[in-house]
């Protein structure tokens, strides 16, 4: 085993052989960089001090995380193949997961406390767990989040800089809220930098700030913004400032149910609305 104290710490290159490197174990705040796919350790176990600013950093190539209880979980690196490569990383009592510039895919099932990056390349995240903390980022390049059995996270979840982010909430279960902020709302899975959100049918839409134009163009199904949007029952606008309209035809009836509030339907069929909207 290993145990360093000092500045941040880097492994690249051939490290050994199997009996070279077992654990590596920190004793104050720092981040923990593994870059090359040619280490040939046995094994590798990073064990954090627990503090906020514990970082575990996978730069290159493809990388599977997966957690095992809060703080904790191991990573696994692909071949160009996808063929898994040896050694699996565990960590533990990290508390900030950082992806580095391949594609990424982060199996969430348990909170991770400070904050979860995917860096550069498409990523995917897999999130199910009740209830999540951190700060969570897409990074650069067009990422996927897939929303499971969440019932509460606590914090903004940023697309980040690609320009095909998506947000997919197909998989929970029950009503539930889809809020664009730069600021957490309770009860909502709030975001900013996403490009599309997919909802279950009984997801409401609602964007906090701008003068936004809401095109619905099909069942539970419009555009607003630069953002696609499928799978809403309902969307909830700016009062002072946004507008609406159909891309569907003349074939529609306009309800209004109350002040600034209604429904649109097919003429066809009025008793099974397109969405409903207020503000």
């Known amino acids: 085993d290993l145990t360093l104290v000092g500045g941040d710490i880097s492994l690249n290159g051939n490290i050994g052989d199997a009996s070279a490197l077992a654990a590596i174990q920190i ?3 720092r981040q923990v960089s593994i870059g ?35 703080n904790s979980g191991d ?31 982060f199996n969430i099932s348990h909170n991770i406390s400070s904050s979860i990056n995917g860096g550069g390349g498409a990523d995917t995240f897999n999130i199910n767990t009740e209830s999540l903390g951190p700060a969570i980022s897409g990074g650069e390049g067009n990422d996927t989040f897939l929303i499971k059995g969440v019932t509460s996270i606590t914090n903004v979840i940023d697309g980040g800089g690609g320009t095909e982010d998506k947000f997919d909430v197909t ?3 029950g009503a539930n809220v889809v809020t664009f902020s730069d600021t957490y709302k309770p009860g909502s899975f709030v975001l900013q930098n996403f490009e599309a959100v997919h909802g279950n049918n ?7 700030s701008g003068n936004n134009t809401w095109d619905i163009k099909g069942k539970n199904a419009g555009e607003v913004s630069v953002i696609e949007f499928e799978g809403i029952s309902k969307i909830v606008g700016d009062a ?5 309209k159909t891309s569907i035809g003349s074939d529609v009836i306009w309800s209004i149910k109350g002040e600034n509030a209604g429904v649109i339907a097919p003429t066809s069929d009025s008793e099974s609305p397109l969405i409903s909207f207020s503000n």
């Open 27 to 29: 004793n104050s705040s």
């Open 36 to 70: 090359s796919t040619e280490i040939k350790a046995g094994s590798i176990n990073i064990i954090g001090s627990n503090t906020e600013n514990d970082a575990l950093l996978i730069r290159n190539g493809k990388n599977v995380w997966n957690t095992s209880e809060a």
């Open 75 to 105: 990573v696994q690196k692909l071949g160009s193949d996808d063929t898994p490569l040896s050694p699996v990383i565990t960590f533990s009592r990290i508390h900030n997961l950082l992806g580095g510039n391949g594609a990424g895919t």
């Open 171 to 173: 998989e929970v279960t």
């Open 202 to 208: 009984s997801t409401t839409l609602e964007l906090t």
């Open 240 to 244: 002072q400032s946004d507008s609406l």
